[in-house]
């Protein structure tokens, strides 16, 4: 995902591309000004415009602690705050934290709150709120898939109106990230299944915009918090619209309606590629911080057995999908982690594309072509499965068909079955209905994902849909959460890494290269180790560029 404020430690599967298209919410003048102009523009931030973003689907509750999908994440990411955030050099930076205390023994966190923060309604923000979140992450009766990482947590007290503490059992190398969670508020959810709260779809937090409209499988519009703690926003107004084919979005970008989207390989590498989008757009490129895999429903019998899983990983040709899908923009993904993150095995099994060696091995395993009929079976059944995606994200069907020719070259018949994004993680993954699915996980800085592979993370709602279990990972991954130097966690995250390569619980694809493009008028963009949208809020236009009123 496209992450326009934070950096959550893990955000869910869908790497959303972000899309601009017109919103009624405004009204559109002319183009106006050439990008050439823009170097007689204003050099201070002025307030004004607004900036369109889309997504291929639409939210599902609009409140951090129990949001599992990316457009949900990235409208809460512009109305909540968490205590702390990550800022441009990935380093924590207080937000509703001014500032924090920790014990030599890493076990208590004091937070220390700002004062004057008011939720949208104008109530004042006070800790009652965080220890209320925090009552809420450890509540077995909500439906959130964050809260292992609370109940790590022994006590958690109200010293004062703006002073937060938390003790926990054992150390946690985690803690202090864990709580760049948002934050919800008590006055308007205490006593309420915040499941199903009407909250979740009119949303109030403390962040730089407000909640304004949603219009189901259309829009989410958000308009400038004007009493926002750090100083309001200069851009109006955040429309988030929901368009489920990327192409009709790009040609929207050309015409003029469209100010930033993910771009694809194609469109960075070629189609950007004239005058016209030099002359209007800014183009970037940056390491990605996540992956793209094939996952496997390990309560499935076909996929059981670790040798079948290799065997897969070396039928599937990982450099013609990313020369053919990507265009040379990304890396060989071999486990959780990307090659720039310091958790990074560099020597884990290689999968490399072999098919003679998939064949062997998948006959070993007991499956072969005992009919002649050029499909591989075992004890009378045909290996086949189907592989399901989600809709608007050409690469990933693309990825699915190059996969699907390869393992029919071994033998093996795979179907391919594109779903609507809502559809596909309420009928599919959260009902662990499905034999093999193409996703993507967004990751976080610290190399700890307890909540995706851990045995106990396979309720519904909860991130290890795969049903993935191995004993010596468990131990490793809590022994990573208690382990607080960063010598001593790589040595663990790079056996953790070693160990998935190893099992192939998913056949891990590609880490892509991220590929933001802005429209030229938007002054303000930094790009740093932390991308280019950490600092939307600081983003503005010149007067004379401003494209939308409210």
């Not at 925090?134 to 609370?150: C, F, M, N």
């Not at 599937?316 to 040379?328: A, F, P, T």
């Not at 290890?464 to 131990?475: G, K, Q, R, T, V």
Request: glycine fraction near 8%; hydrophobic fraction near 35%; aromatic fraction near 12%.
């Amino acid at each position: 995902m496209t992450s326009t404020r934070r950096l959550p430690r893990i955000v869910c599967c869908l790497s959303a591309l972000i899309l601009v298209l017109s919103g009624a919410a405004c009204s559109k003048s002319d183009r106006g000004s050439t990008p050439a102009k823009t170097e007689t523009a204003a050099s201070e931030p002025v307030t004004g415009d607004a900036i369109v973003v889309a997504s291929i689907g639409d939210a599902k509750r609009l409140n951090p602690v129990i949001a599992n999908d990316s457009a949900s994440g990235d409208i809460n990411g512009q109305v909540f705050n968490g205590l702390i955030r990550y800022d441009k050099d990935l380093q924590f930076e207080g937000e509703l934290a001014e500032s924090w205390d920790v014990s030599e023994d890493g076990l208590v966190i004091t937070f220390h709150l700002r004062a004057g923060v008011l939720w949208h309604d104008g109530e004042p923000f006070t800790a009652e709120d965080v220890l209320f979140t925090y009552l809420k992450l450890i509540d077995p009766d909500v439906a959130t898939p964050y809260g292992a990482d609370y109940e790590r947590v022994q006590k958690a007290e109200v010293l004062d109106p703006l002073t937060f503490r938390v003790a926990y059992k054992e150390a946690f190398a985690p803690a202090l990230e864990s709580w760049a969670m948002g934050v919800i508020p008590k006055h308007l959810l205490h006593g309420k299944d915040i499941n199903t709260a009407e909250f979740n779809r009119s949303p109030i937090g403390t962040g730089p915009y407000r909640f304004k409209e949603w219009i189901t499988g259309q829009k989410i519009v958000l308009s400038a918090n004007e009493q926002y703690f750090k100083g309001r926003p200069h851009i109006d107004e955040y429309i988030y619209r929901v368009i489920p084919d990327p192409a009709t979005t790009f040609l929207e970008l050309k015409s003029g309606g469209v100010d930033a989207m993910g771009l694809t390989p194609l469109q960075y590498q070629r189609q950007t590629d004239t005058a016209f989008f030099r002359e209007n757009f800014r183009k970037f490129r940056y390491a990605g911080n996540g992956y793209t895999y094939l996952g496997y429903n390990l309560k499935d019998p076909k996929f059981r057995e670790k040798r079948v899983r290799q065997a897969l990983s070396h039928a599937i040709n990982k450099d013609d999908i990313i020369k053919g899908v990507r265009l040379g923009l990304g890396s060989p993904a071999t486990g959780p982690y990307p090659p720039h993150y310091w958790a990074y095995n560099e020597n884990v099994p290689i999968y490399e594309y072999h098919p003679d060696k998939a064949r062997a091995m998948l006959k070993e395993a007991g499956w072969e072509d005992t009919d002649q009929d050029g499909l591989l079976d075992r004890e009378g059944v045909s290996f086949r499965f189907t592989i399901i995606t989600n809709q608007g994200n050409d690469e990933r069907k693309q990825a699915a068909e190059i996969i699907q020719q390869n393992l029919r070259q071994v033998g093996v018949d795979v179907k391919i079955k594109i779903v609507e994004w809502q559809a596909f993680i309420n009928q599919f993954v959260d009902k662990r209905n499905f034999e093999a699915i193409i996703l993507g996980w967004s990751i976080g800085i610290d190399p700890d994902n307890y909540i995706m592979w851990h045995s106990s993370q396979t309720a519904p709602n909860q991130y290890n849909f795969i049903s993935y279990s191995n004993p010596e990972l468990d131990e490793l991954l809590i022994g990573g959460r208690k382990t607080f130097g960063q010598a001593e966690r790589q040595k663990i995250y790079r056996r953790v890494h070693a160990i998935l390569a190893e099992d192939q619980p998913y056949c891990f694809l590609w880490v892509p290269d991220a590929l933001p493009i802005v429209d030229v008028r938007f002054h303000g963009i930094k790009e740093e180790k932390a991308g280019i949208w950490y600092n939307f809020e600081d983003w503005w236009v010149p007067k004379n560029l401003q494209r939308y009123v409210p």
